[in-house]
């Protein structure tokens, strides 16, 4: 019995490792490279010539290897530059306070060389609590602190800091060279590649959600398709929540990728900051889809429709679904790095059409209505899908800046634009009120699943450490 | 011209600086605290005896305090404890390694620590992908691949790894019991406290957001008080929205407080992970109050009030007040650690025989209206809030439940329940439907200021590091 248990708890533990590591096998890649990277590194001291050379100070080629490895090459790099800089720094600072202590005479040197230690380290940690040096300088002025207080103090006792200063510089370069090597040549992963992955598979998951709502809402009206809409529910529902805490994150990951070099389609000084914007615009519509998303309980529908339901039903649906064709064209563009302008304006051109056609309805709709209370969860659903409109817009004019701070290609020129597609034949919206509205030709299709497996292929999600 | 600008610079910074003092002045206390414990490590230097002890190693200690050193009690504790594991893990490791490594032969012996080295870095890194030893275990696991790699990698070359690997632990534990005591000893910043403050601070902002929101929706309906909703305005409605991403510092908090002994009036085993509950209870709740904030725009309250709104006003406001006044009480309650069901019961109760009165006049509110399109706002405004009644409730039973966990002390017996105050003199809300419902007085009182100020006072939120 007591072997079973163990057995099967192993069993557990197998069946987890193997899960993450299939989930990112970039994982079991980042595992290898630490390993190797360490391996090299212990050529310092298996190898004769290098040992002479380095000494016992190799040691810090391992720690520098161990501690700076990262999993992005962005914070590989930003922890090597930090580490280095702060070694740098922090070194030729204890020199000066060495120097200066030595002029205090045998008896004065320790009292002098303490009262440096005290104030630095006091002043270093505080100016820790600054938000801009905690995200980006923070293991620097870390390992400033650590270095001046070994170089100084050790300087007391070794009396040959320069020495110490000189070959911890010298091996610390070299374990930092190793890592960021390693990590940059061997299938590299990319902080900011990761960024631009993260923000476009979660406006993609807003987009899933945006399509599948209309016919999860109203699926009792058309009993037909239950099963289908349940089915397709489950995947749906619960990918637009992972967006409302992707914040710490995506910082992150933004504060990695600047120290990035340039990388596939990324520049050197790829607008890495505007993510960030794009990732709150990101979020703000997913609080307003939370907001939606109450209104999914199963339990109300199973009530005959109200006649306002009804009513709505056609530009609802449309307005939701056009609302994530043109989350999910911004989300295509921007992974392929095109101008996305085209194709997602014309779908939001038709979400903004169904959503007149949705204010229409809402004024024709009073006559009939009996009890505002009935009405109230359809109405609400309404006011929010009518306010996700704005909110996909603004998103979309975020993504056009990106493409044009990021000098996307344009391809107007060469692609036609996709065709909008309405979910119902036989719904034409005539009357097209937005101000920046453009002339737009609405084919009247029956199907649409074609268009949307063809699309869910090219955004594709990648799943990120965490 | 250029000295001016230097001046403004060094203002500027100077400024900042005393800012960032004065928000949280245990920023300072830490600061000083660290350069305290750094300079007593010094010792091990600066004084004879003691470095003839522990010889060169006693860098280990400096380092060891500059690296574990953190804000909090906890993360001290956490980092101290997980550097002493992984140190102790990973040399009694490396000696057996070393051990196994040595019966190869001179020719074998780098080969198969370098396997060694290369397969435990490697499955020690994977480890770390693990969310669960990610959170708790992440610098326990990178101090046990320093360690081995240091340990049979050294032990190769100097072949006295066993004093390197005891004076390292020794010193680490000096370094380590210095941290611990001045973190513990001089100021402590405890996580669980600052955890516990920063639950309670976030319920207490969105009680404030929902005390102002009916003030400030229909304030037009009473110009006397315009000037006064604007001005309080400011001040409660940016409040809330630091709540949306407070999950990250709530995980890290969690994580170290379960590692802080008793203090104050939390025991060792507090229920800190149902803070966490608490937290993602007040972030829907928060979500929530981010659509309703989409209704406050300015430009929409200046035309002449809909006959809804005008029907809605007293039931919406009451509703907001009493479920804000509900959430105070909860948090007040909270803070001082005290059972808040009796107080905080009320004002539900209120809040939700409110939602009733609310229900009902959107049941009256059919007949007059004529065009639903005009209606949607306040017909959305009152759904959402609706919706808030059930989110308050949610979390006064999660409070409940913490306090039942937490053994919160009761004072049902000793302090009376607050009663709660209607808005609007004359508005009694005779059907109470609710099922959990009990008998309570409802009192009619004109002013509720003095009340507010009152509760306020013991709510003081607490600003935390970032």
Known sequence: MGIQVVKNKAMEIAMKIKKLG???PRRIV???KVGVALTLVSLFYYWKPLYDGFG????WAVMTVVVIFEFTVGGTLSKGLNRGLGTLLAGSLGVGV?????LSGQKGEPFVLGIFVFLIAASATFSRFFPGIKARYDYGVLIFILTFSLVSISGYRIDEFLTLAHQRLSTILVGGAICIMISILVCPVWAGETLHNSVTSNINKLADYLEGFGGEYFYCCEDGEHGVATEKGKSFVEGYKAVLNSK???DSMANFARW???HGKFRFRHPWKHYLKIGSL????????EALNRHLCPQLQTQDPSQLRRMIEVPCKTLSSESGKALKALATGMKAMTNPSSSSQVHLNAAKSAMNDLKDSLKLGTAQTTNLLEIIPDATVASILIEIVKSVEDLSEAVVELSLKAHFKSIEATVSPEKPQLLHKG???????AEDEQPHVISVRGTEDGDLTEKKGSSGTTSLPT
């Open 22 to 24: 299939q989930d990112d």
């Open 30 to 32: 980042h595992s290898i």
């Open 56 to 59: 016992a100070s190799g040691i």
């Open 98 to 102: 060495n120097y200066l202590a030595n």
């Open 248 to 250: 710490s994150m995506e």
């Open 260 to 262: 990035e070099p340039k």
């Open 282 to 289: 990101t979020r703000q519509c997913a609080y307003q889809i």
């Open 427 to 433: 719904t034409i919206n005539p009357l097209v009120e």
